[in-house]
């Protein structure tokens, strides 16, 4: 989708299984390392730290400097099973409503940078995605969810 700016546009997001919820979620002109570790340094600032990171198969999901994180911050990177897009459902699912809910609304007005485009995904989650009951999550809200899951979570002291 052409969205009125020069270049591709990956969406780099992390997605709470239990939840629903997106600690984080970014576009970014590649999926690179460089741009996937401040997605996961925000999500983990924002939302706290994960016990599990289920990432696909990607270069950037098997840098070393990922597994240094990992080992840092104390927790385990699981890479999905080649060819099995089951295990990614969720995900699957998320980037589906990004398409379908969120980029149909610049048909009218494009954003005019990826800072822009990203202000807009942020504010979209926060106010939309986050308040809008799931199927999956007993028609609950994810914010709902989350908020009665806050006793489980690790925070990042930095």
């Known amino acids: 989708m052409s969205l009125g700016f020069s270049g591709r546009h990956y969406l780099l997001a992390l997605l709470d299984d239990a939840t629903r919820v997106i600690p984080y979620a970014e576009f970014a002109f590649c999926e690179k390392t460089l741009n996937f570790l401040p997605v996961l340094k925000t999500a983990i600032a924002q939302r706290g730290i994960p016990e599990r990171l289920y990432v696909d198969?990607?270069?950037?999901?098997?840098?070393?400097?990922?597994?240094?994180?990992?080992?840092?911050?104390?927790?385990?990177?699981?890479?999905?099973?080649?060819?099995?897009?089951?295990?990614?459902?969720k995900i699957e699912r998320f980037f589906r409503t990004v398409r379908e809910q969120f980029l149909l609304v610049f048909e009218e007005q494009k954003p005019a940078s990826l800072q822009e485009l990203n202000d807009r995904l942020h504010r979209w989650i926060e106010d939309e995605y986050h308040q809008t009951p799931h199927r999956g999550i007993d028609n609950e809200t994810p914010l709902s969810q989350w908020s009665r899951s806050m006793d489980r979570l690790r925070l990042a002291e930095s």
């Open 57 to 89: 198969n990607g270069a950037c999901y098997r840098d070393l400097e990922l597994m240094k994180v990992a080992a840092n911050v104390k927790f385990h990177v699981i890479h999905a099973t080649a060819r099995a897009p089951e295990g990614k459902g």
